[in-house]
Nanobody, 117 residues
Framework: QVQLVESGGGLVQPGGSLRLSCAASGSIYATGWYRQAPGKQRELVVLTTSDDRTNYADSVKGRFTISRDNAKNTVTLQMNSLKPEDTAVYYC??????????????WGQGTQVSVSS
């Protein structure tokens, strides 16, 4: 079992920046962030694997940057040039694989990001 603890988030004006962090209690393979806005489905923001394959949603490319510390099992999302449409609850995600190739998914508790003037 892996636990994910998130920090960061809050209220920021359009064009501002925020940083989200997530710490995992164990070794993980892929990690990243999803978000869910009111009335919408949860969507991928960015996902990165331990072998450095990274996939950003088109809506955040060039504005958001994910960084990962494999030794500490932490991941950080730097969000710049924030827009009102980035407002959502952001969830840290991670998975791990066992020796049989089975994948286990884990989620953080979610943190609110609000972009408003």
């Amino acid at each position: 079992q892996v636990q994910l603890v998130e920090s960061g988030g809050g209220l920021v004006q359009p064009g501002g920046s925020l940083r989200l962090s997530c710490a995992a209690s164990g070794s993980i393979y892929a990690t990243g962030w999803y978000r869910q806005a009111p009335g919408k489905q949860r969507e991928l923001v960015v996902l990165t694997t331990s072998d450095d394959r990274t996939n950003y949603a088109d809506s955040v490319k060039g504005r958001f940057t994910i960084s990962r510390d494999n030794a500490k099992n932490t991941v950080t999302l730097q969000m710049n040039s924030l827009k009102p449409e980035d407002t959502a609850v952001y969830y840290c995600y991670a998975n791990r694989r066992d020796g049989l190739g089975r994948v286990y998914d884990y989620w953080g508790q979610g943190t609110q990001v609000s972009v408003s003037s």
